[in-house]
């Protein structure tokens, strides 16, 4: 089916001629393809990364977006071009539902405080509030089907995140380096989180995983120093390489029974580590597996482990491995210097 895009762009004139707003010099949104213009006006939300009150907020006025009309029936925002603090996306323009928020339309849009997100929308794309660094508010309607790679990476003000109901992926580096998020819901539905997800989210200090995620990426909680308490359900069947890598804060995890394979530098540097839990389906352990975990001092490994990588327990120097005796657990044990227990 052809798609049929068709650029709008309101004149400022008009807009003030139609509003009747006094004359304001404007610059645009800092830090990204900007525009100039800036005024408020609405619509309704959903789901949300914070509570949102969305009474309070006019609909900001048509002029400050650039965007595209899909197939003569919907419309993108590919652009915002105003310079508000707050800002209410129209649910409707030229009588059409407004569905998706195009990749970096708001990006690097460092005024913006707090954004309220129809409920007519179903997708944001790529970038799409990345680096908008003053950001605290961003309200996800539950319609919101698909959220593209790092759309709110680098929004380091913001403090909670919701997924959706209908999200059943969360891609790339969605919330990498917002440094201020310190609470995440995922909804059931969700099968699978993907790489650097969470990364260097300093503040997050507990995740609950839902049952519906079999598979949790690479360097997802990377960085997640301050991350103490993390729920992952049976289940999970695969997770990546340094998921876990420098969570400096975590002190306990149990791997879910139908994980096959701990991946490459999973719990590396994890230096308040005491208590991990391997489960028989478990048939690798990865290079430097727990390298640099310092505070590990005892581990079982199951005898359904056939191969363990180099560095597993790198620099953990009080450890002892627990495991059956002629193990592949054992052998490793000896040929590392490691105290081994036989069970």
Known sequence: MLKF?????????VTAAVLCVSSVAVTGCQGGDNGNSGNNNGSDNGGATASSDVTDIPETAVGNFEYEIDGKTQITITKYKGNDEQVRIPEKIE??????????????????TRVIIPDSVTYIGYEAFDGCTALTDAAIPDKVTYIDGYAF?????????AIPNGVT?????????????????ISEGVASIGDYVFDNCTSLESVTIPNSVTSIGG???????????????DSVTEIGDFTFNNCASLESVVIPNGVTSLNYALFSDCVSLKDVTIPDSVTEIGDLAFDN???????????SVKSMGKGVFNECNDVEIHGKAGSTAETYAKDNNIKFVAE
């Open 219 to 233: 360097d997802v909680f990377n960085d997640c120093a301050g991350l103490k308490n993390v729920t992952i359900p």
């Open 169 to 185: 992926d969360i891609e790339e580096g969605v919330f990498k380096g917002c440094t201020g998020l310190t609470s995440v819901t």
């Open 293 to 303: 975990c310092t505070s590990l001092k005892s581990v079982t490994i199951p005898d």
């Open 153 to 161: 990476a680098d929004c380091t003000s913001l403090t909670s995140a």
């Open 95 to 112: 009588n059409m539902p407004v569905t998706e928020i195009d990749d970096s339309a708001f990006a690097g849009c460092t005024g913006l």
């Open 5 to 13: 895009k068709f650029k709008k762009a309101i004149l400022a004139a």
